[in-house]
């Protein structure tokens, strides 16, 4: 049987080099809490990603539990289905109950006609997610924010490095949270960060990650430890030299599929958005089985019978989880939208190592 071709596939550093980083972390004996590699690596993110404040993570959840603690959000929260479940789960370990809203299929984001009918008395934020990376409609999302004096968190675990008009979309809203897991486009194995727009909350952000420790002897309020190491620093460091090879590799992987299957019958992808620096962090179709013939399911499954593993992501929804499918507005009805991308999406292989001989084996289950 030939090589598996895997969904994703983790950006590397170069091993001769995190050695030798290694070895100056094991000579300063300096291994967490705060050390030159984290420092250094919170510096230069902050300038690659063009963000005033950034505060790193051991995850990309844990940065959206400790945004909700430090903007104090109680009650209820609009959120998305169609995501991760850290997202609401983040909301979940907080005591706060996920109102979902539907996505606009054109970006598969909240879509931000129908928040206003789901906010009520103890509505208290937004917690919208960049989807796939593709930028949210920041703007029409704050206006409602603004008029409602709502909180606005972005869980942008797929936005790394996405700018729109040169911006970065990360300075959106009151926080924005990122992961850097081994399978996203920008990977410290495990990690994660917040980006905040001021010094004072990225203070506060940084006492909340340990234990709330504001001095030695002092402690404001109860933090969790949520520290990234020096070894996972240093890692980062090196990763974050070769993650716009990585992310110009995956747009070549992109454009070769958009080629391939525009004018497959039953197939849909999304375009590049104008103006928008996309990291190509997930290829999504979308398979309508009866002019494509074949069901998303049966499409997937004959792909993975040749080793070639797509991933159905996002299926199912959040809202079909036991913990979230008894709330009022997790239903199918209210959430057309959500529930048709999860039944005929599949994210085809996409990352930085694949072959043209592998991306032409992907494309040989469309007919081509
Ligand atoms: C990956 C991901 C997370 C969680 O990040 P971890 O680093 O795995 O904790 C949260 N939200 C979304 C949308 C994700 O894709």
Redesign the pocket.
């Known amino acids: 049987m030939k090589d598996q071709i895997t969904v994703t596939s983790p950006l590397l550093p170069d091993l001769e080099e995190f050695n030798s980083m290694l070895k100056e972390i094991w000579d300063s004996k300096w291994i967490t809490n705060n050390g030159q590699f984290h420092r250094q690596l919170e510096k230069e993110l902050a300038e690659y990603l063009k963000v005033p404040y950034i505060s790193l993570f051991t995850?990309?959840?844990?940065p959206?539990i400790t945004a909700l603690q430090a903007l104090r959000i109680t009650g209820e929260v609009i959120t998305t289905p169609y995501?991760?479940v850290?997202?609401t789960h983040s909301l979940w370990w907080n005591g706060i109950r996920p109102v979902f809203v539907d996505v606009d299929p054109a970006t598969c984001g909240l879509d931000p006609e129908k928040i206003e009918a789901a906010i009520t008395p103890k509505t208290t934020a937004i917690m919208p997610?960049h989807?796939y990376g593709k930028p949210c409609d920041t703007e029409a999302i704050q206006a409602i924010a603004d008029k409602y004096g709502l909180k606005v968190i972005y869980?942008a675990?797929?936005a790394f490095g996405v700018e729109v008009n040169g911006k970065s979309v990360l300075n959106a809203g009151d926080m924005s949270?990122l992961?850097?897991?081994a399978?996203?486009v920008y990977n410290t194995i495990?990690?994660?960060a917040m980006v905040m727009h001021d010094e004072q909350t990225k203070k506060r952000i940084d006492y909340l990650k340990n234990f709330g420790f504001a001095g030695e002897t002092t402690v404001v309020a109860p933090g969790i430890n949520s520290k990234m190491d020096e070894v996972r620093a240093a890692y980062g460091l090196l990763n974050l030299r070769k993650v716009d090879a990585a992310i110009e590799a995956r747009r070549k992987v992109a454009e070769r599929y958009r080629e391939a299957l525009r004018d497959v019958e039953g197939i849909t992808f999304y375009d590049d958005m104008p103006g928008v620096r996309h990291n190509y962090s997930y290829f999504p179709i979308f398979v309508d089985e009866e002019k494509f013939g074949k069901s998303r399911d049966a499409l997937y499954e004959e792909m993975k019978g040749e080793g070639v593993l797509g991933r159905r992501y996002f299926y199912p929804l959040i809202t079909e989880f036991s913990t979230y499918r008894g709330l009022p507005s997790a239903t199918r009805e209210n959430l057309p939208n959500a529930y048709k991308l999860a039944d005929t999406v599949l994210c085809l292989p996409m990352h930085h190592d694949l072959s043209d001989s592998d991306v032409e084996r992907v494309l040989k289950f469309f007919g081509k």
Do not use: I, R
């Open positions: 995850n990309g959840t844990l959206l995501s991760f850290a997202t997610v989807c869980d675990a797929h949270t992961s850097f897991h399978t996203k495990e990690g994660g």
